[in-house]
């Protein structure tokens, strides 16, 4: 056995029974944790956010070059971020205003047309700016890329529902941007078992349920674990999405024990990236895919 390998076992060793233990004793179907030679390996934001070191990556969240980027880097597919436009078009943006990430000083991807914003210029700053020239993009525009590949990869839309300028307020345009999805999806003959769809907002998931029954659906959970378990259980997700903050060995089992899989997003370092993996995911969204690529790879081989 490969050396990383045996340090995220000896990582996790004190937590496997546990987990095991927990995993058996659910009342509902419990899914099976996978091995993590089988752990689906996902892009977070596309090739990560913008980043110094560990590693260095200039390319802006949720960009098509990132995307790419992690793509031709081996993943089996990549989370990315959406968001509506003023008229009503799903867009590829991270933030909460425009101004913290490009070369605009106010507005927000709610009060701005697709057209305006695609205008737009990444611009994180020196020397990141060096070494990108890309635009907020439109999410069509990136599946019309993906449908031309061999196989179309994993695809996770994280909905970005409120920014600095909307509100969640009643739901109408989160609303309005599932059924534009629906429609993309349809469009573009997404499989739509390729696509998970998280969000943080019990009526969404809800109504992507009626617009969509046949894709899986994901709570985004960030805070208070307890709390949203039991939320995931009573909307009948597929999915609980955990921050590496909140994600542990025990409650990754609590999750496949009550018959959902796990996912985790984060983890730039090899030791944020070892612990994840201790608590046995079905899939991470990770910042750095060299790293988990090479532990996985490892562990094939082992």
């Not at 095991?20 to 009342?27: C, R, T, V």
């Not at 208070?224 to 921050?243: I, K």
């Not at 996985?296 to 082992?302: E, H, L, P, Q, Y």
Request: net charge positive; hydrophobic share 40%; glycine share 6%.
């Amino acid at each position: 056995m490969k050396q990383p390998i045996r340090q995220v076992l000896l990582l996790c060793g004190a937590w496997l029974p546990l987990s095991a233990a927990l995993a058996q004793s659910g009342a509902n179907t419990p899914v099976a944790a996978v091995p993590l030679q089988e752990v689906q390996v996902l892009g977070h934001a596309g090739s990560g956010f913008i980043t110094p070191i560990n590693p260095f990556n200039a390319l802006p969240p949720s960009s098509l070059r990132g995307v790419e980027k992690a793509l031709k880097r081996g993943a089996d597919g990549i989370e990315i971020d959406i968001q509506l436009s003023q008229d009503s078009v799903p867009m590829l943006y991270h933030n909460r205003e425009l101004a913290t990430l490009t070369n605009t000083r106010e507005g927000c991807i709610s009060t701005r047309t697709a057209a305006s914003i695609t205008s737009l210029r990444y611009r994180p700053g020196w020397p990141y700016d060096w070494f990108q020239q890309e635009r907020p993009q439109r999410l069509d525009t990136l599946l019309a890329r993906l449908v031309k590949r061999p196989t179309f990869p994993y695809l996770h839309l994280d909905l970005h529902e409120e920014d600095a300028c909307t509100g969640y307020d009643d739901g109408r345009r989160s609303r309005m941007l599932i059924r534009a999805l629906a429609t993309l999806l349809s469009r573009y003959q997404v499989p739509p078992g390729q696509v998970l769809i998280l969000t943080n907002q019990p009526a969404t998931l809800q109504y992507i349920h009626e617009q969509m029954p046949q894709v899986a659906r994901g709570l985004e959970v960030t805070q208070d674990f307890d709390a949203g378990l039991q939320l995931a259980q009573s909307n009948g997700v597929q999915s609980v999405v955990m921050s590496k903050y909140v994600a542990t060995p025990e409650r990754s089992a609590r999750v496949h024990s009550a018959g959902m899989k796990v996912v985790i997003f984060g983890g730039r370092s090899s030791r944020a990236i070892r612990r994840i993996l201790c608590c046995q995911p079905d899939a991470v969204e990770v910042d750095n895919l060299r790293q988990l690529l090479h532990l996985r790879s490892k562990a094939k081989g082992a």
